[in-house]
């Protein structure tokens, strides 16, 4: 029986910390990247329209530069960003799948600047899209991004991929008795001060009433359950 998205258009948060999954040794893994894309492009088989917006933990975090200018530091995140953007859209290709990068930071040479309604037209042609570079500003995290993209290019909901299976009432890592949940409200991410994802994303989400899927990108597939609608990680959700 052939399954059906729940989604049409969706934006995909992949952290750049999934990208170097099972590889201790390096940024990236390439095998794993490509079990990436595999579930992208079987998500665009059924219809829908994936977007991408990528981070760079793999590579560059800001509070690396703590004794740097904050400003400089971000800037070297967002040009990390573009490095695995480009990884990405390598192995799409190499997929057989039509894809663009659009930078927030201008690169002509190597990708798109980021325009939105040129972004829109490749989604509506059948390409898959990455952002990379953030917003273009420092101090923003790529969730931030990821919310403000899904807003601006009319996604149906954020599929935020990420290291952990979902929202937990404490990070489990430190409190053995925290709990995951199956829906949280964004409010109460921000009131409990939850860091599965940025406060200012969350505080974005909230107020242009965005869904937002997590969970966990260990296994690759799990983007397709959760297009289809499975029950799997957190759902978040205005009220």
Known sequence: MEMKARYKR????????????GNTGGILNY???E??????KECS???VQPALVVGAGNIWRGRQGEKMDRTRADHMGMLAT??????LQDAFVRLGVDCRVMTAIAMHEVAEPYIRNKAVHHLEEGRTVIFA????????????????RAAEIGADVVMMAKNIDGVYTADPRVDPTAVKLDTIRYRDILNKELKVIDGTAASFGKDNHIPLHLFGIDDPYN????????????????D
């Open 133 to 148: 570079c953030g917003i273009g500003s420092p101090f923003f995290s790529t969730d931030t991004a990821a919310v403000l």
């Open 223 to 238: 983007l397709v359950r959760a297009i289809r609608g499975e029950k799997i990680g957190t759902t978040v959700t205005e």
């Open 82 to 87: 573009a490095i695995n953007a480009l990884a």
């Open 35 to 40: 079990k990436i894309c595999l579930a992208v």
């Open 45 to 47: 088989e059924m219809g």
């Open 10 to 21: 969706v934006l995909i948060k992949l952290s750049g910390e999934a990208l170097a999954t």
């Open 31 to 33: 095998g794993f990247v």
